[in-house]
């Protein structure tokens, strides 16, 4: 049992080290960190229901998940290949749109919770 929750507290570790990583060196993320911002302070003032905080959260999580496998992704592309090469630039603009997809979604979430009936 102790060996378990070492485990578990070690996977942890790792995967606060890659939320530091994405916080400090991809700068779109700051983007995020800041819209974040907006909305939570945006929603506290607002006072949204249990269910629209849900949906805001959910929205949130999208964008930090979306950006955080776009930018593994386009580091492997990185490490995989430093020449230019077609497969390379599809796999890296997929990604990309994967997160625009991700953005806009939340943008629809945001009108709808701040702006809807
Ligand atoms: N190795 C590559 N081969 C072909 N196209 C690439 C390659 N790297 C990036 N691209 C393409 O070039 C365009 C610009 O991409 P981007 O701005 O992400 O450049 P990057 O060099 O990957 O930047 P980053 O500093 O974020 O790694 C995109 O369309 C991307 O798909």
Redesign the pocket.
């Known amino acids: 049992m102790k060996k378990f929750i070492r485990a578990r507290a070690r996977s942890f570790r790792f995967a606060f080290a890659g939320l530091k990583a994405l916080l400090f060196t991809e700068h779109n993320m700051w983007i995020h960190v800041l819209a974040t911002l907006v909305v939570v302070a945006a929603g506290q003032w607002r006072g949204l229901s249990t269910t629209q905080w849900s949906f805001i959260a959910l929205a949130i999580a999208l964008v930090w998940m979306a950006e955080g496998f776009n930018t593994a992704i386009?580091r492997l592309?990185?490490l995989v290949?430093?020449?230019?090469?077609?497969i390379?630039?599809q796999v890296?603009?997929i990604s990309a749109a994967a997160v625009l997809i991700a953005a806009l979604a939340a943008a629809i979430i945001g009108l709808l919770v701040f702006f809807g009936s």
């Open positions: 386009e592309c990185n290949s430093r020449e230019q090469h077609p390379i630039k890296k603009d």
